[in-house]
């Protein structure tokens, strides 16, 4: 970006040279107009010249540094330990929402199985088991994670039997993010497999930083876009450990999974306190579009951020203590880079 | 960058919209010369303008989103856990540089330690020790860590007693990471403390991908910025977990360790195989602007490369594979990013 402002200020700077050149050779030429209409629209065209050289220097630029990028699977035989990994959907009344969510998982390279975590009181209907299982576009094993008579949001987080790797992603149904993206993202997992590892950043912040009381509010993206610092990924799109699924379910305070079934929030607050406070860091947050394809969730509701901060202050009363780290760190991926 | 694009060809459009509006004016208007100058003026005004508007917005923003970016632990009071790590700073018969190294890194916030590995046949000059000892800027523990008799590559991952913290930041006397910078990467280590997080990114590419032979050529720096892919980071300048130190001294295959002391080189590789090896998982190299304080290395002569590529044919065939793992993940500052 700096380098395009300096493409732009050096075109700007040869147009000015021009433009004094210009105004030297006067001295020498037959007397002309001040601004003679033909050295007016030649400075316009190189001004706008200008504008579009750098705008196409930058374009051709591009083009080099991710034309030419193959996949480091590509260039390398060595493949990553603990093939792949598997998914976690999150699903509530969705059926159509599921379906899509399904199919495009099972379709992404790298995933092992897809589970779906069932809280509804009633099993899932034959019918949507046939279009969910039929949807699948690859060889990947689909299954319902049954949770029958017990709708808590703890659910999502109970271990899985049968789980054949370490990773797992957890997404709800209304969520999509590109299978490359994904694999980007288990990348950055591998390297940090006691991390968790997500497209969507939140932060604590202290409601009076300056202030003894230790009270916290709910950072929302927008106050994570304006500082670049956050504490939390949110486990509605994120990557984790599977041993988490056992903490979290068998391990943690049991205060906090009431808290989490009553108030029918802050699951996820819950999973970000007890990795923060099993690692003392912070989690990944990775760069990466995700696409939402159902209807606004109960973040948009109005008090959302309210009945998160209060989620926040509750866990660190149980916990004693303020888990969660800071941080600024994101994961981008070098191809995408223009300059470094 | 696309934003900046954006906008400047919004500026354009803007521009153009206003060329058309005057053009329409004209027809409202007295007529005047196609080409009037003083349209002409307003137009190249217009554009020029425009570009610099373009400029000054991505600077105000740059600003809004640098200016009021707190430090994450200004805003937290939560500290990671383990606090700290120690420096270890390889050094040979340069004293000068040794002494600027040491007064930098015992200055950083963080640091627990410096010990400096001496690996010269004789003991460290008495005005040295005072020199190095007195040049500290805080009340950091700095100890020369003795080899004295084997000046073997290896020394500089030998195991050291009394380390108090999982993290050490091997780097080499004649290179200095601003303390900031040194801060941002030991956070990226504290989330991935299996991996290598550094500065100095490097790939091995196979050198004929379609065939079958497993032979590996070294990749330096242009590859890796020309593909935005890499696979090793240099212990000249990378944080990396204690254990690996027992890991290389004591359980790595002894030819590689002879391989190293025999050809004066290629440690760096023979540890990032290392760690490849035990965690399946590639390094995670860390944006951020390092400093060579000291003369060209051995990087500069010729033949580095073929040498290097040498050591990595020379460990595949002991390891029987390629552990090393390819990526493209890059670890920036999201307060230094302008858009996301």
Request: aromatic content about 10%.
């Amino acid at each position: 970006m700096l380098g395009m402002a300096k493409q732009l200020l050096q075109l700007q700077a040869a147009a000015t040279h021009r433009r004094n050149g210009a105004g030297r050779r006067q001295l020498l030429a037959p007397v002309l107009p001040r601004h003679a209409p033909a050295a007016r629209a030649g400075r316009f065209a190189a001004c706008f010249l200008a504008c579009l050289l750098a705008l196409a220097a930058g374009a051709v630029l591009t083009l080099c540094v991710t034309v030419h990028r193959p996949e480091p699977d590509a260039v390398s035989d060595a493949s990553p330990r603990g093939s792949g990994y598997a998914v976690v959907i999150n699903t509530w009344k969705r059926y159509g929402l599921l379906k899509k969510a399904v199919q495009h998982y099972s379709g992404c390279a790298g995933v092992d199985a897809v589970h779906v975590v069932w809280s509804e009181p009633r099993e899932p209907p034959e019918a949507l088991r046939r279009r969910v299982l039929n949807c699948t576009q690859a060889a990947v094993e689909v299954r319902f994670v049954m949770n029958r008579g017990d709708d808590s949001l703890n659910n999502r987080f109970r271990p899985i039997q049968g789980l054949r790797t370490d990773a797992i992603f957890s997404v709800d149904d209304d969520l999509i993010v590109p299978c490359s993206t994904l694999r980007f993202a288990f990348g950055v997992w591998q390297s940090a497999p006691s991390a968790m590892v997500g497209f969507v950043p939140r932060m604590h912040w202290p409601t009076d930083p300056r202030g003894n009381t230790k009270e916290y509010r709910y950072g929302s993206w927008w106050s994570v876009w304006r500082t670049g610092t956050y504490s939390m990924v949110l486990s509605k799109a994120s990557f984790l450990h599977k041993r988490y699924l056992d903490l979290y379910t068998n391990h943690m305070l049991p205060s906090i999974r009431d808290y989490v079934t009553e108030n029918r929030n802050c699951e996820d607050i819950a999973m970000s306190f007890l990795v923060a406070n099993v690692t003392g860091a912070p989690p990944i947050w990775v760069q990466g579009r995700i696409f939402e394809i159902g209807s606004a969730g109960i973040s948009s509701l109005k008090g959302h951020d309210l009945r998160r901060s209060r989620c926040l202050n509750a866990f660190v009363s149980m916990y004693g203590h303020m888990p969660l780290v800071a941080t600024t760190v994101k994961a981008v991926d070098s191809r995408t880079s223009w300059f470094w």
